[in-house]
């Protein structure tokens, strides 16, 4: 399995409280990925990075931001959580273009 | 809105059946994936096609390209009920650095 880890695994967190999620990978890949999976939308994407402090928006950005300091840490912020924000949020990591991307276990996260 | 459609949203089928299941895209691509979800894991990669290419097997598992209708299926032969996930095919666009999902397929195999 590829050396990726998503912390915490689960969290619940009160409305407007700050919350940090971490991907972290030991596979010294270049690209990653934040995504959150809802039912009937699939998949989709928050935020990517293409290298150490290269981020950019994904499709559904708003109210979240990112930070990639370190080649193997991805993290993802949600400022001030909101129960729309209640997801499972993925992290996936890609060596280059052509290659698979490895995905964490998820995170399951609750806003009450 | 997402670049991948996954089409049938959900496909029941008794083992030993064929399985297949489509997919559809916007925009020009570099390659297509598509990848496995079991309930309540995270997703594992099956198969990359590039766009160069209109076929591709890996096992039971074949997946065809249509660039020209920016399609692709994803057929899965001789079905087990341990095949029982959601499927869903990935793109990479613009500028290649963005991985995007569709919807996904949902099937389900009787045994």
């Known amino acids: 399995d590829a050396g990726i880890t998503q912390s915490p695994r689960h969290k619940v967190t009160e409305t407007g409280t700050p919350v940090t999620l971490r991907c972290h990978q030991t596979e010294n890949h270049r690209y990653m990925y934040w995504y959150r999976q809802d039912p009937g939308h699939g998949l989709r994407l928050i935020h990517y990075?293409?290298?150490?402090?290269?981020?950019d928006k994904g499709e559904v950005s708003d109210g979240y931001s990112v930070s990639r300091s370190k080649t193997e840490d991805f993290l993802l912020t949600l400022e001030s959580a909101t129960s729309s924000q209640t997801s499972v949020y993925f992290c996936a990591i890609r060596k280059d273009e052509n290659t698979e991307a490895f995905f964490g276990q998820g995170t399951r996260l609750t806003v009450v | 809105s997402q670049q991948g459609e996954e089409d049938p949203q959900a496909l029941s089928i008794q083992e030993g059946e064929n399985a297949t299941m489509n997919c559809s895209y916007k925009t020009s691509i570099n390659n297509l994936q598509w990848y496995r979800q079991n309930s309540g894991r995270g997703l594992v990669h099956l198969i990359l096609?590039?766009?160069?290419?209109r076929e591709k097997h890996s096992g039971r598992l074949r997946v065809t390209l249509d660039t020209s209708k920016k399609s692709s299926s994803l057929l899965i032969t001789a079905s087990r009920a341990a095949d029982t996930a959601s499927y869903f095919c990935?793109?990479?666009?613009?500028?290649?650095?963005?991985?995007?999902f569709g919807s996904g397929t949902q099937l389900t195999v009787l045994p």
């Open positions: 990075s293409y290298g150490v402090k290269d981020t």
């Open positions: 990935a793109t990479y666009t613009g500028s290649a650095r963005q991985l995007t």
């Open positions: 096609i590039r766009s160069n290419e």
